[in-house]
């Protein structure tokens, strides 16, 4: 069946520009998380979703960020006034239920880079 | 401050020969560790997951799991230039979130 998508693959923005990041997830999964990745390094948490609702935002570095999952399918990562260190690849994954055992399969991401 | 600690590597390795990765992890009440492999460019995929102390094999690979210690180890028997990517040690220490080393960089020569 089908992966994990994410669009844009690539978004080029200007310094202070709002963004959308769209993900879309394995048909059936109820868990959905987004994730940062900079260069060197590993996946960096922002957020999990359990259908709707986020059930732990920790991980979302201020006030800029913020996403949903209106749905509980399709997942949005919003950034407003974007800063030249929010340049990343952000990964989205999915998973059957939760995160304790199940697999997470991930998107091939959307490479943000902020001018 | 919770942390997954990974040899960056890289770590050169013969055709054929054991490679093995290292990780350690701060928070004693980690109750999962999962180990995913990343092909430059690409996205973590999941390779396998331990959650009892002891040894857990899946055909080449042998994740080995010593909570006492906070040491979760993966071996890769006859490895091959196709195992050549970065590997993810990732922990889950209860609640909701999943926290990811930054990885090691496997080379396996041919």
């Known amino acids: 069946g089908a992966g994990v998508s994410q669009t844009p693959s690539n978004k080029v923005t200007e310094k202070g520009k709002y963004v959308e990041l769209r993900c879309d997830p394995i048909s059936g999964h109820t868990a959905l998380y987004w994730y940062r990745q900079s260069l060197g390094q590993g996946p960096e948490f922002l957020i999990y979703f359990q259908g709707t609702g986020a059930a732990d935002d920790s991980g979302l570095p201020n006030d800029r960020f913020f996403a949903v999952r209106p749905e509980g399918s399709v997942s949005t990562l919003k950034i407003q006034r974007t800063e030249r260190g929010d340049s990343a690849v952000y990964l989205c994954?999915?998973?059957?239920?939760?995160?304790?055992?199940?697999?997470?399969?991930f998107g091939p991401g959307t490479r943000l880079t902020v001018l | 401050q919770k942390e997954v600690e990974q040899n960056s590597g890289p770590l050169s390795v013969p055709e054929g020969a054991i490679a093995s990765l290292n990780c350690t992890y701060s928070?004693?009440?980690?109750?999962?560790f999962f180990w995913y492999r990343q092909y430059s460019g690409k996205s973590p995929e999941l390779i396998m997951f331990i959650y009892s102390n002891g040894d857990k094999e899946d055909g080449r690979f042998t994740a080995q799991l010593n909570k006492a210690s906070q040491y979760v180890s993966l071996l890769i028997r006859d490895s091959q230039p196709s195992d050549s990517a970065t590997y993810l040690c990732a922990v889950f220490e209860g609640g909701f979130k999943t926290i990811f080393g930054a990885g090691t960089r496997l080379f396996v020569k041919a």
């Open positions: 928070d004693r009440g980690s109750q999962s």
């Open positions: 994954a999915s998973s059957l239920q939760g995160p304790s055992t199940d697999t997470q399969y």
